[in-house]
T-cell receptor, first 115, second 113 residues
Framework: GAGVSQSPSNKVTEKGKDVELRCDPI?????LYWYRQRLGQGLEFLIY????????KSGLPSDRFSAERTGESVSTLTIQRTQQEDSAVYLC?????????????FGPGTRLTVL | QKEVEQDPGPLSVPEGAIVSLNCTYS??????FMWYRQYSRKGPELLMY????GNKEDGRFTAQVDKSSKYISLFIRDSQPSDSATYLC?????????????FGPGTRLSVLP
């Protein structure tokens, strides 16, 4: 079956431009997570969606970062006025939600390079 | 102190060696413990998950959890070149907002033929 997909796979942009990254979760997965992974680093939590609401935005590094989700499907992560330190791989994951453990399934990521 | 710490590596071993990967954590609220494998330019994929203290085996992989010491390990027996990847430990707890995950920084493993 289809897994989590992300687009674009690579994005090169100039400092100061806005970028939009897209995530298509697995159908039926109500929970959706965005992470940032800098080169050689672990995953840094950005934001979590339950359905189309974001109860936990604690990881967003600045107000230049925002995200939204349409229903229980597509999510977009927007970075405004990009800076060079935003260069990283942005990973999306989805899972079933509940009061017990559910496996996260990751997409392949979007590699963002800010020149 | 970071919430989850992991041996940084990188780690290089010959084919057939036993590999030990380790993480420590500070938050006793974590209930679930996972190991992910991440190949270059790919997203992480779940290798194993455990809930209780003790060992869990799956083929050549054994996950070990010691909640009293806040320490988890992944052992790989008879390592193969195809095991070369970055291994991430992760911990999860069910909080007010649902399930949250915290990842270690990862250990890069190279298995040399």
């Amino acid at each position: 079956g289809a897994g989590v997909s992300q687009s674009p796979s690579n994005k090169v942009t100039e400092k100061g431009k806005d970028v939009e990254l897209r995530c298509d979760p697995i159908s039926g997965h109500t929970a959706l997570y965005w992470y940032r992974q800098r080169l050689g680093q672990g995953l840094e939590f950005l934001i979590y969606f339950q359905g189309n609401s974001a109860p936990d935005k604690s990881g967003l590094p600045s107000d230049r970062f925002s995200a939204e989700r349409t229903g229980e499907s597509v999510s977009t992560l927007t970075i405004q006025r990009t800076q060079q330190e935003d260069s990283a791989v942005y990973l999306c994951a989805s899972s079933l939600a509940g009061d017990f453990y559910n496996e996260q399934f990751f997409g392949p990521g979007t590699r963002l390079t800010v020149l | 102190q970071k919430e989850v710490e992991q041996d940084p590596g990188p780690l290089s071993v010959p084919e057939g060696a036993i590999v030990s990967l380790n993480c420590t954590y500070s938050n006793s609220a974590f209930q679930y413990f996972m190991w992910y494998r991440q190949y270059s330019r790919k997203g992480p994929e779940l290798l194993m998950y455990t809930y209780s203290s003790g060992n869990k085996e799956d083929g050549r992989f054994t996950a070990q959890v010691d909640k009293s010491s806040k320490y988890i390990s992944l052992f790989i027996r008879d390592s193969q070149p195809s095991d070369s990847a970055t291994y991430l430990c992760a911990m999860s707890a069910i909080g007010n907002y649902g399930q949250n995950f915290v990842f270690g920084p990862g250990t890069r493993l190279s298995v040399l033929p």
